[in-house]
């Protein structure tokens, strides 16, 4: 069974970073995509990040292109925004379409103004 534990959240000023980390274990496959999800209260669950562990190919939400980086265990978030305070969930699929398959239990990230 698939087991994905995230790390590394908490709170940061503005244009700081924070660096999340997704420990996966029971992979049975060496083809698989990681991605990074987020939700805020009141708003709907969207996904900021995917790459796939073949290709390396990865894909970003417009709004964190250029300030987020992702890799197979982690994301490192740079020149946080206030619109970036989530819960981040790190899941995992066969592919960046199908990567919400596990979920992990979500890590608290908060940016203050």
């Known amino acids: 069974e698939v087991h994905l534990v995230e790390s590394g959240g908490g709170l940061v000023q503005a244009g700081g970073s924070l660096r999340l980390s997704c420990a996966v274990s029971?992979?049975?496959?060496?083809?698989?995509?990681i991605g990074w999800s987020r939700q805020a209260p009141g708003k709907e669950r969207e996904r900021v990040a995917c790459?796939?562990s073949m290709s390396g190919s990865t894909r970003y939400k417009d709004s964190v292109k250029g300030r987020f980086t992702i890799s197979l265990d982690s994301l490192q978030m740079n020149s946080l925004k206030p619109e970036d305070t989530a819960v981040y969930f790190c899941?995992?699929?066969?592919?960046?379409?199908?990567?919400?398959?596990?979920w992990g239990q979500g890590t608290q990230v908060t940016v203050s103004s």
């Open positions: 899941t995992m699929g066969g592919d960046c379409a199908y990567v919400d398959e596990h």
């Open positions: 029971g992979l049975t496959h060496d083809a698989y995509a």
């Open positions: 790459i796939d």
